[in-house]
Nanobody
Framework: QVQLVESGGGLVQAGGSLRLSCAAS????????MAWYRQAPGKQRELVAA???????NYADSVKGRFTISRDNAKNTVYLQMDSLKPEDTAEYHC????????????????WGQGTQVTVSS
C-alpha cells in the first residue's frame, strides 16, 4: 500500500510564505509524477503544480513566479514552497502521486493525501 502524508499548512498573512511537504510511504522504489492540487470551498479541485521524477515542472498560471515545486526522490517526498501568498490561495492542498513502482510492480491508479489547510488573511 502507498500512503501520502502532507504537512506544513497553516494561517499566514498576505505576502507571507509557507512550505508544504508530502511524504510517500510504503514499498516504493520510484514515483514518476507528483503534484499538488488545491480545492477552495465551493470550487473544483485544481492543479497547482506538478513535477516528474526527472525534474520537469508545470504550474498553474495563477501561481507562476510565486510557488516552487521540488522533490527528493530518495525520500519520496515532494515540496511546495509558496511565497507572496494571496487570500485567493486559501484552500485545502492535496498531494497526488501516480506512476508508483516497487521494483517492476506498478501500483495502479492515483494516490492522494488527506489534505492540509492553507489560509491566507488579508
Amino acid at each position: 500500500q502507498v500512503q501520502l502524508v502532507e504537512s506544513g499548512g497553516g494561517l499566514v498573512q498576505a505576502g507571507g510564505s509557507l512550505r508544504l511537504s508530502c511524504a510517500a510511504s510504503g514499498s516504493i522504489a520510484s514515483i514518476n509524477y507528483m503534484a499538488w492540487y488545491r480545492q477552495a470551498p465551493g470550487k473544483q479541485r485544481e492543479l497547482v503544480a506538478a513535477i516528474t521524477s526527472g525534474g520537469s515542472t508545470n504550474y498553474a498560471d495563477s501561481v507562476k513566479g510565486r510557488f516552487t515545486i521540488s522533490r527528493d526522490n530518495a525520500k519520496n517526498t515532494v515540496y511546495l514552497q509558496m511565497d507572496s501568498l494571496k487570500p485567493e490561495d486559501t484552500a485545502e492542498y492535496h498531494c497526488n502521486a501516480r506512476g508508483v513502482y516497487s521494483g517492476s510492480y506498478h501500483y495502479p491508479g492515483d494516490y492522494w493525501g488527506q489534505g492540509t489547510q492553507v489560509t491566507v488573511s488579508s
